[in-house]
């Protein structure tokens, strides 16, 4: 499906301040980037730059005053996500170098805390592939979805013991528990066609088999049209944006329709 997707950002900034955007995606499996188009107002000069996880980021200093930025995508993206029932767990020592560091705690997936329960959900499931899709679809039946119910400091041990939160609650758990399993899990941001409702959205991948499959526990069957903007090991690799000074978020858009 070719879809139409983007996000406008309205800030009020008291004095300027330095700030790096994550807005654009690139070409790759699963999506073709057609077009793009950025706005800035008032125009600042942009550096840009490919971080270590492959994203592109956008780097600025924003103006005192009104600022504002938007950019609207045209993507051609997958109908379906790959899915591998049975696909083989990829023992430790046979993994690809750039896989390892996603077997790592990290700020918001403490995975070395949540061995046990990862064992639990995973009891009856062959390693590899089945592991993943019982700890999604634990997810997907134990955590409540509900807005208003976590913030930006919530981690997936937070998450595991109260189990209620929103999309990046959910995708933060699925990686720690991946990766209690010696399974690399990493998260990932961006556009999911109907989502409901609209607004940017996470879930995550795990590396089994030798590749990479997505996985995503707000949803009760795969779905695909999705649009990848970033990854990274948790949310503080793909903030939409990362600000170093003062700026307060006004107002916020995100839309994706099918472009006919």
């Known amino acids: ?34 077009s793009e188009e950025y706005q800035i107002e008032p125009g600042v000069p942009v550096i840009e730059y490919t971080d270590s996880y492959g994203n592109l980021c956008q780097r ?20 379906e996500i790959d899915v591998a029932p049975g696909a083989p767990f990829v023992p430790v020592q046979d993994l690809p170098d750039d896989t390892l560091q996603f077997l790592l705690p990290s700020r918001y997936c403490q995975s070395d805390r949540l061995g046990p329960l990862a064992a639990d959900i995973t009891a009856n499931a062959t390693p590899g592939y089945d ?17 208003g119910t976590s913030d930006s400091s919530t981690s997936a041990i937070e998450t595991a013991e109260k189990r209620i939160g929103v999309c990046r609650d959910f995708a933060h758990l699925g990686i720690s528990l991946c990766r209690s ?12 066609h109907n989502l409901k409702p ?8 795990a590396f089994v088999d030798g590749r990479w499959y997505t996985f995503d526990a707000t949803q009760k069957e795969p779905r695909g049209n999705r649009i990848v903007v970033a990854y990274g090991r948790d949310a503080a690799d793909v903030a939409l944006a990362t600000q170093f000074g003062e700026m307060q978020l006004q107002e916020m ?7 006919l």
């Not at 879809?3 to 330095?18: Q, R, S």
């Not at 609209?198 to 991948?205: G, P, R, S, V, Y």
């Not at 858009?253 to 472009?259: A, I, L, N, S, Y």
Request: glycine share 6%; net charge negative; aromatic share 12%.
């Open 131 to 147: 592991q993943v899709e019982a700890i999604r679809n634990w997810i997907q039946s134990h955590v409540i979805y509900q807005y």
């Open 60 to 79: 600025l200093m924003t103006p005192e005053g009104r600022f504002r930025i938007q950019i609207t995508l045209v993507v051609e993206t997958a109908d």
């Open 253 to 259: 858009k995100v839309w994706v329709e099918e472009k």
């Open 1 to 34: 499906m070719k879809l139409f997707a983007g996000c406008e950002l309205v800030y009020d900034v008291p004095a300027p301040a330095p700030v790096v955007f994550m807005l654009r995606p690139r070409s790759g499996a699963g999506q073709w980037v057609i």
């Open 198 to 205: 609209m607004d940017l959205h996470a879930w995550f991948e």
């Open 181 to 192: 399993l010696n399974i690399p899990a990493r998260m990932v941001v961006g556009y999911l």
